[in-house]
């Protein structure tokens, strides 16, 4: 089967001499566009009429459900965020399909600086099928995040591509941390597309040799999975660049508490009356101090979660970054799902993916087709999604069960010390590792220590900052010791 965009034989265009101009394509191309106004208006009717009769009767099984994302409520195309949506979605169809329909072979020095640039339009040309707007799109060493996938993390490519190009969910939470980023997710709730700064995009491009090795050698890593890093720019726009990484935390099962947990005491803490009112809020060092809790791991689990956290501190260290992070996510077995914390605050992307055809176009693509087409385009009332509830998954999929840390569930089960099961799971991992310690956080490190015990501020140079994580995390670990003394005076 193949895998890259087909090539579709196209009509040729009208001779010089035909009555067919310019005006007759714009007219035909309104008319279409009328067309397509009514067929809109008429399965909006429909949709309605189903709705309503779905009310009465309870929902309908039919084969759409296979699409329908596992999580959320449908947004439609009026979203503020849906063009960057589409083209995250139609950049990344197209260059992971383009990567993955090559023939392996091993990695060069130049795969690790290799860009692959796409440029896309209303019509479409030799190298891109026609999309519903003009963007351009570039894939940052597209044979290192295939190696990756596919060697390191063992993701089917079919099915990554099938997650990432279907629908995506908007979480409407924050970054944990203050980067300003926004997420989204995958239908399945397995990846996370995260934007993020040039200056943590160059950054991550400087060290993916290092952090390629490290994966390689160390494949239970607890550090976030990168599985691509791409960037979209809109016509006279900005440029945006995200990454896909791994979600820690499962689709089927609800996270009662969430944790940021760096080793820093100062500042970090949550307002306990706030955090009773949000379930979902992202506490911090001090709240898990206070609530005197505890990771409680067998001697089993223990000593594997020990030294691999001491490996991957290292390369931290070794890369010199900071500010980095040990998220947890608590799911209390006994509580299970009956709260439907996930559904509360989740809702839905569903971009109509373009169909995979070929056009040739006058280069910019200001013919008088492309042209008229987007003022049609702009004149046609978006689709719009009703707001029903999607089914939540109640098992794992399996797909992580080879990797230590998320055997239990997509997590890490609690054990007591005969190594026996408790009734907690924990989704652990490092995350927000793109933060070098360059001259903005040394400035922020001397002002704050003015105030603050200069030991116990988020902002220290990598060496004593991997030290004061690692031995953080050791206390918080059953039978490791006091944390308190970790609280600023």
């Not at 900071?322 to 209390?332: E, N, P, Q």
């Not at 408790?422 to 003015?450: A, R």
Request: charged content about 30%; aromatic content about 10%.
């Amino acid at each position: 089967m193949t895998v890259g965009p087909a090539i579709h034989t196209v009509r040729s265009a009208p001779q010089s001499g035909s009555s067919y101009g310019d005006g007759g394509i714009e007219d035909d191309i309104q008319i279409q566009a009328e067309q397509i106004r009514r067929e809109r208006k008429r399965k909006a009717e429909v949709e309605a009429l189903t709705q309503t009769v779905s009310k009465r009767q309870g929902p309908p099984s039919t084969k759409e459900d296979d699409n329908q994302p596992l999580v959320g409520n449908l947004i439609g195309e009026d979203h503020v965020n849906y063009v960057l949506m589409y083209n995250m979605l139609t950049g990344i169809r197209i260059a992971v399909s383009r990567c993955q329909a090559k023939i392996k072979r091993p990695l060069t020095d130049d795969d690790f600086i290799s860009r692959h640039k796409y440029s896309f339009d209303i019509v479409g040309n030799e190298l891109t099928p026609s999309a519903k707007y003009d963007f351009k799109f570039k894939d940052y060493a597209p044979w290192v995040f295939r190696e990756l996938r596919e060697e390191c993390f063992q993701l089917d490519p079919a099915d990554y591509l099938l997650s990432l190009t279907v629908k995506y969910i908007l979480s409407e939470l924050g970054s944990p941390g203050k980067s300003g980023s926004f997420f989204y997710f995958s239908r399945d709730y397995r990846f996370i597309i995260k934007t993020i700064r040039h200056s943590e995009h160059k950054f991550l491009l400087s060290v993916l040799k290092e952090y390629y090795a490290h994966v390689k050698s160390n494949p239970h890593t607890l550090l976030s999975r990168f599985y691509g890093l791409h960037r979209v720019k809109l016509p006279r726009g900005r440029k945006i660049h995200f990454v896909i990484m791994n979600n820690l935390f499962p689709p089927h099962k609800d996270i009662h508490e969430t944790f940021d947990l760096k080793g820093s005491t100062v500042g970090r803490e949550y307002p306990e009356e706030m955090a009773q009112k949000n379930p979902r809020a992202v506490l911090k060092d001090l709240n898990w101090i206070n609530r005197g809790k505890t990771l409680e791991l067998g001697p089993e689990k223990r000593a594997l979660f020990t030294e691999q956290l001491r490996r991957d501190s290292e390369l931290l260290r070794t890369i010199n970054v900071m500010d980095y992070s040990l998220l947890v996510g608590i799911h209390h077995m006994r509580r299970g799902n009956k709260e439907n914390v996930r559904s509360n605050t989740l809702k839905v992307f569903s971009p109509t993916v373009p169909s995979i055809r070929r056009k040739s176009t006058v280069k910019g693509g200001r013919s008088p087709e492309a042209m008229a087409m987007r003022r049609a385009m702009r004149e046609s009332d978006p689709k719009r999604f009703g707001s029903e509830t999607l089914q939540l998954p109640e098992e794992d999929t399996g797909d992580r069960q080879q990797f230590i840390f998320y055997q239990d569930e997509g997590g890490l089960q609690a054990t007591d010390e005969a190594n026996r099961p408790m009734d907690t799971l924990y989704y652990l991992g490092i995350i927000d590792i793109l933060t070098p310690y360059k001259s903005l956080k040394k400035v922020e490190h001397f002002w704050k220590g003015l105030s603050a015990d200069r030991h116990k501020i988020s902002p220290v140079p990598p060496d004593e900052y991997a030290d004061r994580f690692f031995n953080f995390m050791k206390v918080i670990i059953r039978g490791g010791g006091d944390p308190t003394r970790f609280k600023p005076e």
